[in-house]
């Protein structure tokens, strides 16, 4: 299983070197209408803080991959466990 975060803002540098360091792949600048689909089919939530971690349902899936397709780059998610 992959570690991630989305988020919808840029991330900062020291932030996104602590994400890093625990091994946690950080994609920012996601738009919201895609964060929804992809708590839905990875089975996670969508949260503001970190506050309180332990309360937070975790997406999941086997593998995420950047993919090029033409001169689009996209991410690909394989082996989910969670369908909608």
């Known amino acids: ?3 991630f975060v989305f988020a919808r803002q840029l991330i900062y540098d020291y932030p996104e070197q602590l994400f890093a360091e625990k091994g ?33 349902r975790l997406g999941k ?7 090029i397709i033409g001169e689009d780059k996209l991410i690909k998610f394989s082996g989910l466990v969670f369908f909608c």
């Open 1 to 3: 299983m992959e570690d």
């Open 61 to 67: 899936c086997a593998l995420i991959e950047e993919v």
């Open 24 to 56: 946690v792949m950080a994609i920012e600048h996601a738009d919201f209408e895609g964060v929804e689909r992809l708590a839905q089919v990875l089975g996670g939530d969508i949260v503001s803080t970190f506050d309180t971690p332990d309360k937070v």
